[in-house]
């Protein structure tokens, strides 16, 4: 009785911020994968910023500044590069030199380590092309059926599988003498409640996707893949806020499948086809991160906006009256570990205007600089240690 009694004393006094996750799916982690997965449950109202293929090009650059020295739009704008740093590997099954974007998987390899290097995390998606007739991601067949256990062509999602092996295993640095496999957040199969990728709603069963999920983590685990913390990341659009867990669990392989509790939001921050107002739409992405934060605590799991912005930043103030207003709402919102902003297309490879973090002169770098400011958004500057 008097124990009971001190452990519910002593369970008062911890602070919310030295909450502890569960610990990862994968027990043989490495430990700086186990210690990155604990420090990210660990930051408080702090959040990470993220920036996909921020130190690959900028919208009017691309590749190594001069004098091989690392780039970043929001190097640029800031002073400092962001604290997570987003590769995709669209294409690496197909054996190509470059990605779908046209990044190198060499660079990749080398903005990777260069991010662990200066205390940064990395999160790697995969726009992945049809292992059966290597159409690009956004093919509207059923493939997912084919490529599970069971199907025809299982051998050749492996050999995709194997390719990415390959890479992550390059992913290897000297720490003091000791080599260390850099932790990265894997987010396979994202965005899979919307119908827009072959492995998406409509093209496959809510079965055949679990499979597809659980396949893949069970067969990376196989091969010693031991560096890697697993992101679901649903699409926000294709959630019903009224039934919000429901709605999310729509492809969940379960617990022991998932290690961040992630979505991707572009739809509550203005995309062009949500017709509702400001006001509704801030109310909606608060409620969002309220209720990821809700279901990752209840699962002992780690919330993040795994992707999301607004394309061309076009609303004035954007970053702090849209982004850091819902982002540190309240207590719970800002309990997400990292949110991570899209690309930044360069200008001459592509849609010009296709960006999501600031450049030099944009028309809102002055008020990404106000979001840079706040002390609660980590950036390589001051991102505290991850990896101990
Ligand atoms: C999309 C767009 C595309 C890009 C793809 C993969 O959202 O940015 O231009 O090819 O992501 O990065």
Do not use: C
């Not at 660990?42 to 091989?68: I, P, Q, R």
């Not at 801030?282 to 990752?296: I, N, P, R, S, Y």
């Not at 849609?351 to 950036?379: R, T, W």
């Amino acid at each position: 009785m008097k124990l009971k009694k001190l452990a519910v004393t002593l369970l008062g006094f911890i602070p919310l911020s030295a909450f502890a996750a569960g610990g990862l799916i994968n027990e043989n982690a490495t430990t700086e994968t186990k210690a990155l997965y604990e420090n990210l449950a660990n930051l408080g109202d702090k959040v990470l910023f993220g920036h996909e293929d921020s130190l690959a090009y900028g919208a009017k650059w691309w590749g190594y500044a001069e004098g091989g020295a690392l780039e970043s739009d929001i190097k640029q704008v800031t002073g400092s590069f962001p604290a997570v740093f987003g590769a995709d590997m669209g294409g690496i099954g197909l054996g190509n030199e470059k990605n779908l974007d046209g990044v190198k998987f060499s660079d990749y390899a080398h903005y990777i380590k260069e991010t662990f290097e200066m205390g940064g995390v990395n999160t790697v998606s995969w726009h992945m092309y049809s292992p059966i007739d290597e159409h690009h991601s956004w093919a509207k067949t059923s493939y997912v059926r084919e490529l599970i256990p069971g199907g025809n062509h299982n051998d050749k999602l492996k050999t995709y599988l194997d390719s990415y092996i390959a890479f992550n295993e390059t992913l290897k640095v000297d720490v003091d003498g000791k080599e260390v496999w850099i932790p990265i957040i894997f987010r396979p199969w994202h965005e899979h409640n919307g119908d827009w990728f072959w492995w998406g709603k409509g093209h496959t069963t809510e079965a055949d996707y679990i499979a597809l999920w659980k396949f893949t983590v069970d067969y990376l685990n196989e091969k010693g893949q031991n560096n890697l913390i697993y992101a679901f990341s649903p699409d926000r659009s294709r959630l019903d806020m009224s039934d919000f867990d429901n709605s999310y669990k729509y492809g969940y392989a379960g617990d022991a499948y998932v290690d961040i509790i992630g979505y991707d939001n572009y739809w509550d921050l203005g995309h062009p086809s949500n017709t509702q107002s400001v006001a509704e739409q801030q109310a909606l992405f608060v409620e969002g991160l309220e209720k990821l934060t809700d279901l990752a605590d209840k699962k002992g799991k780690v919330s993040a906006l795994s992707e999301g912005g607004q394309e061309g930043v076009r609303e004035d103030n954007f970053w702090t009256e849209r982004f850091a207003a819902g982002i540190w709402a309240n207590e719970k919102t800002s309990r997400i570990s990292y949110a991570l902003v899209w690309r930044n297309n360069n200008e001459e490879n592509g849609k010009k205007g296709h960006y999501y973090g600031a450049y030099p002169q944009e028309k809102n770098a002055a008020n990404f600089v106000e979001f840079y400011n706040n002390k609660k958004s980590l950036f390589i500057n001051n991102i505290p240690e991850m990896y101990k």
